[in-house]
């Protein structure tokens, strides 16, 4: 049995890209959480809700169409709906909400919008259901677009960016899709036998969605202030701390992927790679180019 959250969050995935009249409103979600049925008067209730939730955008409905779509001037909140959604689970914040299902207005959301929130619904079911998915990709790198057909396994979320764990037909264990690169997307009626992949270890030793090449002992300083936030927040599970007099050391070991590198360039000011020297060369190479393209 569904929470009214789980409902009241589907009929705002279902009016994201159209409008929905009340009976398929109703049909979808009888039909998607297997329920016996779900009156007028609980999809009234719902809409109430919602509506009066400042952190979800308003149903409203459409005259001309017979239709409910979400308020154009509030689209802007779908990105807080998502996240709204998804941290429900956090004591602190359960114990913040009211008997209205409102969060207290001692709490400030992010503003930054996550990313592939559109399709998350439906990989999801696709996931527990062991159905194929055929989407359109748009790689980054080449520009190109492929269609690609895939066994859905997890999804994952990394800075606002949601992906896709899922098996090809290469001999790769799985492949990450970030899901705002995905158009078109179609649940197939073929299901699949679900294989023993192991998606933990990979990112064990790993920052961010990159799992490519060996873990290595990685030695990095920080001036003291930037590496007490380093000491509160740590870089990764690895990380071990040496405090000196007016500088922070740390160690790492860890893949040194492109999205570590990404995460030390954004402490340029203070970063000092102590090791090893192959990291520190790509570094230099890195801001001797940057160097080039900020001069005047």
């Known amino acids: 049995m569904p929470t009214p959250l789980q409902r009241q969050h589907y009929i705002v995935s279902l ?11 109703m049909g979808k979600i009888v039909d998607y959480f297997d329920l016996d049925s779900y009156s007028e008067s609980t999809f009234e209730r719902d809409k ?17 169409e017979n239709a409910y779509s979400l308020c154009r001037d509030e689209l802007y909140l779908l990105s807080q709906a998502e996240l709204y959604y998804l941290i429900l689970e956090n004591d602190f914040l359960l114990s913040s909400i009211n008997k209205n299902g409102l969060l207290s207005d001692a709490i400030i959301f992010e503003t930054r919008k996550f990313t592939g929130t559109e399709c998350l619904s439906v990989l999801r079911k696709a996931i527990e259901n062991q159905q194929e998915v055929r989407f359109d990709y748009f790689y980054y790198d080449t520009q190109e677009t492929k ?15 949601w992906y896709l764990l899922a ?15 995905i158009s078109n997307h179609e649940v197939l009626s073929q299901t699949f036998e679900v294989q023993d992949i192991d998606f933990d270890q990979p990112y064990n030793d790993a920052f961010g969605m990159f799992t490519d090449g060996d873990a290595k ?16 927040n740590p870089i990764h599970q690895s990380q071990k701390v040496t405090t000196l007099p ?4 740390i160690e790492l070991y860890i893949k040194p992927t492109l999205d570590l590198i990404m995460e030390l360039m954004k402490r340029t000011w203070s970063v000092k790679i102590i090791e090893p020297k192959l990291l520190r ?10 160097i080039k393209r900020n001069k005047d």
């Open 48 to 64: 109430s809700v919602i509506n009066a939730n400042p952190l979800f955008p308003s149903v409203v409905f459409n005259r001309r």
């Open 167 to 181: 098996q090809d037909d290469s001999d790769i264990a799985f492949k990450s899709y970030g899901l705002e690169r």
């Open 147 to 161: 269609t690609k057909t895939v066994q859905p396994y997890r999804l994952k979320l990394k800075d606002f960016r």
């Open 15 to 25: 009016l994201k890209n159209r409008n929905v009249s009340k009976e398929e409103l």
């Open 281 to 290: 060369d790509q570094f230099v190479e890195y801001w001797k180019e940057a």
């Open 246 to 249: 007016d500088k922070v050391r």
């Open 217 to 232: 002992k990685i030695v990095l300083e920080f001036d003291r202030r930037d590496g007490n936030y380093l000491i509160s």
